[in-house]
Nanobody, 116 residues
Framework: QAQVVESGGGLVQPGGSLRLSCAAS????????MGWYRQAPGEQRELVATITSRGSATYVDFAKDRFTISRDNAKNTVYLQMNSLKPEDTAVYYC??????????WGKGTLVTVSS
């Protein structure tokens, strides 16, 4: 059964860094576009960044220059390196595996709290 599982969330002070991981299993990871999304309390889920099977990354404006998405196809894992974190980055971060004309798989999320 295909699944993706996030890890790496936690409490970090403003200005700090975290690296999130998302491990995929039960699917051909190499052909999936992987994405990170987040949902803050009381807000809708929003896109953070995506990376294609070939490694082409895209970011939304708030993630540019602070966040980096990467993938290791040998480990079936996608990462999100987050630097210069701000309190407004506090959210549950979700991983999504998707491909054209196929099912998408969401993880259950990992909580990131940015607070002093």
């Amino acid at each position: 059964q295909a699944q993706v599982v996030e890890s790496g969330g936690g409490l970090v002070q403003p200005g700090g860094s975290l690296r999130l991981s998302c491990a995929a299993s039960g699917l051909n990871f190499n052909i999936y576009t992987m994405g990170w999304y987040r949902q803050a309390p009381g807000e809708q889920r929003e896109l953070v960044a995506t990376i294609t099977s070939r490694g082409s990354a895209t970011y939304v404006d708030f993630a540019k220059d602070r966040f980096t998405i990467s993938r290791d196809n040998a480990k079936n894992t996608v990462y999100l390196q987050m630097n210069s974190l701000k309190p407004e980055d506090t959210a549950v971060y979700y991983c999504k595996a998707s491909r054209a004309f196929g099912m998408a798989y969401w993880g259950k999320g990992t909580l990131v709290t940015v607070s002093s």
